[in-house]
Structures are given as structure tokens and as C-alpha cells.
């Protein structure tokens, strides 16, 4: 279970109820602070890039990525 905990100025990251990665106002420097502006959600499943790479003939295809739900509360 992938979880973001979107607070005001702080972001915390879980994968099965364990925090893995947190982020807050202090890590943008003198950068104004975007995660307080609304967003929206996208869901990609992309193909090449830098990780792992672009795609060759040990790539599996086709890929999908299965979403049970999004939840979304205040």
C-alpha cells in the first residue's frame, strides 16, 4: 500500500504504513513552497527515460499498472 500524507508545508511518503520519505517547507531553499496549490492527479505508466533506460528486446510488454483506489480526504 503506497500512502502520501499531504499535510500544509510537509509531504510524507509511506509504503505499508512505514514512512519512507518525508518533505517539507525547508527543502526548497529560498524557492517559494509549491504544494500548497492545488493539484491534480495523473497516473502514468511510461516507457524509457533514464530508469531504467529506453526499452530493448528483454523489455516485457505489454505493461499495465492496476489501481485498486485513490482515496482522497481532509
Known amino acids: 500500500v503506497f500512502s502520501l500524507?499531504?499535510?500544509e508545508n510537509k509531504l510524507e511518503w509511506y509504503v505499508?504504513?512505514?514512512l519512507f520519505f518525508e518533505f517539507d517547507q525547508s527543502g526548497v531553499g529560498a524557492?517559494?513552497?509549491p504544494f500548497n496549490d492545488n493539484f491534480?492527479?495523473?497516473f502514468n505508466v511510461a516507457v524509457g527515460g533514464?530508469?531504467?533506460g529506453?526499452?530493448?528486446g528483454t523489455t516485457n510488454f505489454p505493461q499495465r499498472?492496476?489501481?485498486?483506489?485513490?482515496?482522497?480526504f481532509k
Open 65 to 72: 499498472m492496476v489501481v485498486d483506489y485513490v482515496r482522497v
Open 40 to 42: 491534480f492527479f495523473i
Open 16 to 18: 505499508d504504513d512505514e
Open 5 to 7: 500524507v499531504w499535510a
Open 54 to 56: 529506453s526499452p530493448d
Open 50 to 52: 533514464n530508469l531504467p
Open 31 to 33: 524557492q517559494p513552497y
